[in-house]
């Protein structure tokens, strides 16, 4: 009896984490790739501008939104050197969310003598969306 109820607790748990994932994954079908522009320093409004300037020593993630655009930015803290450069890897919507995924390249042989500190942030430009962003 107690190796039936056992079994039984054993097929239920599988069962349950099965539509667990099953679930989780449906929360991130792509429906559309979003249209994007990358803003150099002189682009970005005033106030990211500043708040950019506020956090750009230690890495971040943030958003901002002017109700006609939504900026995603992502810094990714002081760095030893420059040189550095960042992609945009995917930006997509999902039904949840916008979901962003970046990435930073290191500087080239050259830069890697240069001892001047940089802080490299991207800020992406996008449709505004009423949605959370989740960076990856």
Known sequence: MGKRILVWLLCLGTLLGLCGCSLMSTQEVKLRDLDFTILGEELVPGELATMIEERKAEAFKMTYSDNE???????????????????????????????????????????????????PYIVIKTEYLDQPVICK
């Open 69 to 119: 655009n939504l900026y995603i930015c992502v810094g990714y803290g002081q760095q030893e050197t420059g040189g550095y450069s960042i992609t945009v890897d995917e930006l997509y919507l999902t039904e949840e969310a916008v979901y962003v995924q970046t990435t930073l390249l290191g500087p080239d042989v050259a830069e890697k003598g240069n001892r001047t500190p940089s802080y």
